[in-house]
């Protein structure tokens, strides 16, 4: 859903020209061997995002991935569009760049939980405060893979690696709780393995006008070996994952008599808390809405970063003038002023407004 | 010591029972100081514009404190405007000012020193109290005792006057008294015979939407102008003729605006819209303010979260298909480095502005320099060449946006071109080019695959035979879908390659490239034709270098100059011009940055002279220099 706040409504892919014929996965497949390692969650991403990208029915020649440096940020070169493997944090400046000169494209950032809240995290907060049309793609496998296996900035505190052999004292962000406060207007989040879920929040990201900002929990079997587990198994999962569907009662849990989970999220306080759903009034039960942020920002601090509850699916979803479309109305607008008064006039900008002329 | 009267001319002034003397000077230069609050800013600029409409050549040196109100009446919170004309053409803002026109005791104490015997000082005397004196480290009162019997001395009581001029408006005491700036640009305009039209327009035009403030600017400036007609103590009034200038219109013009002009001017010649990516940053900020007001024609501002993020914004429009354009000081360069790097690396079309100051770290924010000369040829990791290009003058700026522009676009490349902060605020009359005969420049933007093996792919690398630049194509254009990055690619395909002979092959084609890019040759400037002595100067020098050369001809001595464009590639001659002189010396801004390129590449004996003051270099003290390194000036 989105919220209506008196601008024109223009969805994320509509300046961005359409396929003259259906394109399929291979398509978008690059000619370039895939390098990641064996049960990386990466290939999984790979394979939804190269499926989903054609059902976007938009000229795959208009499509542009900018990553930044890491193991996901090799991902642009495995999809054949155009592409940039640019530096470590700054995609999303980059992308910025490109967004506001051709909104006849269709932006992707791909980026890492090291790369874009590190040594980027300024660039990430910036995107998401102006809204820049762009997608991002936050790969948080929780680790540092491609400098073999130091703690993130979303590492749990003392997360033992080569660098923190002690256990690392750092405290993690929560990158959706930190979205949030930069002003995202879209935030989602999914899990690598979940194939369904990703694409949908890939479609309505793609969908939005705007920055969005996905987190996806991927796994890196190397360096932090089945850090989202409990979140796969059959065991456990249920009891810790919430999926969001916006206009929906938020329950999740073992199907229970009435078709729906037998956990409740309700309001606790300024925040929320997981009930028995047996044990509160179903009036009680929080109804999902995508343009409730401070419902968005207290479901992202339903648990600690902990996994004991995580939400997936899209927290926020609103609609806020973008930075490009700005930038560029301001542009228009300057041009079509010009353009009335027989302009814009080169040679009377040099010329300015006190000269003189010296004769032979 | 000349004394004068302080008093008003009173309601019905008798007017002045002689006329004044007129005396014929072919320059001169003023020196507007005062506190920061004082507005000698834009006293200074307003009596240039007088000048430069009247048809003088001119320069300019402004001079303020890095602070934006320093204490007030305090020596660092002095801000001074020199401006230098004359009725020939002149190379500098001048050494020694003529006239000192000082607001209070801290820029009279800050700025004696720089005035010759016999020069004229004009002193607002409502601001010599005791306490002021005492807070610059007078004992005494210059004014009273005879510590300025050297200099003939006006004594103005500029705020009393300005008030008393502006009773009638029922401005306050305070901002009546603000106007007396104006009362002192009138004052100097009568005695240098400056038209006063452009002022009272400006003026109007400035406070718009405060006609009482705007009112009471204009009746401050024309008391200041009565002052000097009805007051005998102002004897004489000096005529500057204009100059024999190249025909042509002209206007007045500083480094920071002809910057700006030229990238609005690029998107002209290219046909292709700008991104400029910045932040703020002294002196460099003014070019986005000026650019940010000419959307008109394509120029999109982008002002970044930080240094960073506005070259990679630029970079990001770059490989859409637009000039990306990122504009900075020192400290801004340090911190594109890397994506400057990136550029290199993905051979794209990139302008990089960095308006030198006084380094290392935050420095000296207001202050010229140039010691980022190595920081651009060599301020990234690995081997990265980039085009580094130098403007001379003011007006020159323009022309090196075109130069920069033209190897960026044509040779895929990021280049740097290195201005200072004398440059970016001096000005100077500008010749306004003729737009329609500016040279063009095609970014051939690449259309079909071509992969030599015809199998219809495309091949981002594969280079001009004649440029070495790589094909430019852009997001939109069918078929031509292609990834790059700053991982090395396998020369032609672009794919990642680790194999070392690739990567030794293409270290060397990318500097072949930069190296490759032509450059005319380096003149030289010896009308004697008998020099020994070669100066090299690169930059804001061009002027000292050229006045001081002059001098020491004017000496019957004979001297050679050249001066550097740019930096790299060096033009081809450059080597042969070193061998043709018994001695070469290099004055710069630094300690030595490009006579140690020199030494290095050419084997030369390059002498340097170096000054880090945070101020240009004097004609009189280049003078010097050069004397006692003409060949057999000792013996
Ligand atoms: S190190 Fe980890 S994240 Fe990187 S490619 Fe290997 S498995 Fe994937």
Redesign the pocket.
């Given at each position: 859903m989105s919220i209506d706040l008196g601008m024109p409504q223009l969805g994320g892919l509509d300046l961005v020209p359409q396929a003259e014929a259906p394109q399929t996965a291979k398509d978008f497949t690059s000619d370039q061997e895939v390098?990641?390692?064996?049960?990386?969650?990466?290939?999984a991403v790979l394979a939804a995002v190269r499926s989903f990208m054609p059902t976007l029915g938009i000229k795959r020649e208009n499509t542009v991935f900018v990553s930044g440096i890491?193991?996901?940020s090799?991902f642009p070169y495995y999809m054949d569009t155009y592409g940039m493997h640019s530096i470590h944090g700054r995609a999303p400046a980059i992308a910025t760049g490109l967004a506001v000169a051709r909104p006849d494209l269709s932006v992707w950032v791909v980026t890492?939980d090291g790369d874009s809240l590190s040594i980027g995290g300024n660039h990430l907060i910036h995107a998401l405060r102006r809204n820049v049309n762009l997608k991002i793609l936050l790969?948080n496998?929780r680790?540092y893979?491609?400098t073999?296996?130091q703690y993130s900035p979303t590492s749990e505190t003392g997360k033992v690696t080569k660098s923190s052999p002690m256990g690392s004292v750092d405290h993690p962000f929560n990158p959706v709780s930190l979205a949030l406060g930069a002003e995202a207007t879209f935030v989602g989040r999914a899990i690598d393995s979940d194939r369904k879920g990703l694409t949908a929040v890939l479609q309505a990201a793609a969908a939005h006008r705007g920055t969005a900002l996905v987190e996806i929990f991927?796994?890196?079997?190397?360096?932090?070996d089945g850090s989202f587990d409990v979140l796969r198994s059959p065991e456990t999962a249920p009891q810790r994952l919430i999926k969001l569907t916006d206009g929906e009662p938020i329950r999740f849990g073992p199907v229970g008599d009435d078709g729906l989970g037998t956990f409740a999220v309700v309001r606790e306080g300024f925040g929320l808390r997981v009930a028995e759903a047996a044990d509160v009034d179903p009036a009680d039960v929080v109804v999902h809405d995508a343009g409730d942020v401070h419902l968005a920002f207290a479901l992202s601090r339903l648990s600690d970063q902990d996994l004991t509850h995580t939400v997936t699916g899209v927290f926020r979803d609103v609609q806020r003038t973008t930075y490009d479309d700005a930038v560029r109305a301001q542009v228009g607008a300057a041009r079509a002023t010009a353009e009335r008064a027989g302009g814009p006039d080169l040679q009377s900008v040099l010329r300015g407004a006190d000269t003189w002329t010296v004769e032979d | 010591m000349t004394s004068t009267d302080t008093r008003p001319p009173t309601g019905d002034a008798p007017g002045r029972p002689s006329q004044p003397t007129v005396v014929r000077r072919d320059r001169v230069v003023i020196r507007f100081a005062g506190d920061s609050g004082d507005g000698m800013q834009l006293t200074g600029d307003r009596f240039t514009s007088e000048t430069a409409s009247f048809g003088n050549d001119l320069s300019t040196l402004p001079n303020y404190p890095a602070e934006i109100r320093a204490p007030a009446g305090t020596l660092p919170g002095v801000s001074s405007f020199q401006v230098h004309f004359a009725d020939f053409d002149i190379l500098t803002p001048g050494d020694r000012p003529d006239v000192l026109v000082a607001m209070n005791p801290a820029a009279l104490r800050a700025n004696i020193g720089d005035l010759p015997k016999g020069g004229i000082v004009i002193v607002n005397t409502d601001e010599f109290t005791p306490r002021n004196l005492t807070k610059v480290g007078y004992a005494g009162n210059p004014l009273e005792d005879d510590s300025l019997a050297d200099f003939q001395v006006h004594r103005v009581a500029m705020a009393t006057l300005t008030r008393g001029a502006l009773e009638s408006t029922g401005l306050s005491k305070k901002d009546a008294e603000r106007a007396k700036n104006m009362f002192a640009l009138g004052l100097l305009s009568w005695m240098y015979s400056r038209p006063q039209g452009s002022t009272e327009r400006f003026l109007r035009e400035k406070f718009a939407k405060r006609p009482d403030l705007a009112e009471a600017n204009v009746l401050a400036f024309r008391a200041g102008h009565a002052y000097g007609e009805t007051t005998e103590a102002f004897a004489v009034v000096y005529e500057v003729a204009k100059a024999k200038l190249p025909a042509g219109t002209y206007r007045q013009i500083t480094g920071n605006t002809a910057l700006a002009y030229g990238i609005v001017a690029a998107t002209h010649v290219t046909g292709l819209e700008v991104l400029l990516g910045s932040y703020p940053i002294t002196p460099a900020t003014d070019i986005l303010h000026e650019l940010s007001r000419h959307k008109a024609f394509g120029v999109t501002t982008v002002q970044a979260e930080d240094e960073i993020a506005g070259v990679g914004a630029a970079l990001g429009a770059s490989f859409g298909g637009r000039l990306g354009v990122t504009t900075t000081s020192g400290p801004g360069v340090a911190l594109k480095a890397e994506t400057i790097g990136l550029a290199v690396a993905l051979e794209l079309p990139l302008l990089v502005i960095d308006v030198q100051r006084g380094g290392p770290s935050t420095g000296l924010p207001t202050k010229t320099e140039q010691a980022d000369l190595l920081q651009a040829l060599h301020g990234r990791n690995g081997e990265s060449p980039v085009p580094v290009i130098a403007p001379q003058t003011p007006g020159d700026c323009f022309d090196a946006v075109l130069d920069a522009v033209r190897m960026a676009v044509t040779h895929r490349t990021p280049v740097i071109l290195l201005s200072d902060g004398a440059l970016a605020n001096g000005s100077e009359p500008w010749q306004v080019p003729d737009v329609a005969a500016l040279p063009t420049v095609d970014p051939a933007f690449a259309t079909e695959p071509n992969a030599p093996d015809g199998s219809g792919a495309f091949w981002p690398y594969l280079r001009d035979p004649g440029t070495l630049a790589r094909p430019w194509a852009v997001p939109g254009t069918p078929g031509l879908e292609h990834r790059i990055g700053g991982l090395e690619k396998a020369d032609g395909s672009g794919s990642i390659s680790y194999d070392p002979a690739n990567h030794e092959r293409m270290v060397h084609l990318r500097a072949a490239k930069v190296a490759g890019i032509p450059v005319p040759d380096l003149e030289v400037d010896d009308p004697g034709g008998a020099a020994e002595l070669l100066v090299l100067g690169w930059g804001s020098t061009y002027g000292p270098i050229g006045a001081a050369a002059r001098r020491v001809r004017a000496m019957g001595r004979d001297v050679a100059t050249a001066h550097l464009r740019h930096l790299n590639p060096f033009p081809a001659n450059l080597g042969e011009v070193l061998g043709r002189y018994r001695a070469v010396l290099v004055p710069e801004m630094n300690l030595g940055q490009l006579a140690s390129l020199l030494r290095s590449r050419y084997l030369v004996d390059a002498q340097s002279y170096t000054k880090m003051t945070g101020q240009p270099f004097k004609a009189e003290e280049l003078q010097d220099v050069f004397l006692t390194h003409i060949p057999g000036a000792h013996s």
């Open positions: 390098r990641w390692c064996p049960g990386c969650g990466d290939y890491g193991c996901s090799r890492g790969f496998n680790i893979g491609l073999k296996g991927q796994d890196c079997p190397i360096f932090n | -």
